[in-house]
């Protein structure tokens, strides 16, 4: 099992118990390691750890305010960087895992 999987394996059994601070480290930690040579764990990242950092939001608004805060600053650096492709697709699945629990 690779580092990204144990992370998030490890913040569902932090929200499962009710650890939610621990659960939303363990999501930054998924976010702030990103592995841009092995795209099915980016995949992986993008579309299981944002959707569920963003569901954690739902119950504890500290994860959605910093997937926000997360988000907003990656907005900023593709004003400078239009053209980052891995950038842009961190910031389309953020910006869909929160819109996806927002809008409920």
Known sequence: MSEQQQAFSRALQHTKEGNYAAA?????????????????????????????????????????????AMLDAKKARLQLAPDDQFLGADARAMQAALATYENQ
């Open 24 to 68: 939303l480290q363990e999501f930054v930690w998924l976010h702030d390691h990103p592995n841009p040579a092995d795209p099915s764990s980016e995949m992986f990242r993008r579309a299981n750890g944002f959707l569920a950092w963003a569901t954690l939001g739902t119950s504890y608004p500290p994860a959605a305010e910093t997937m926000r």
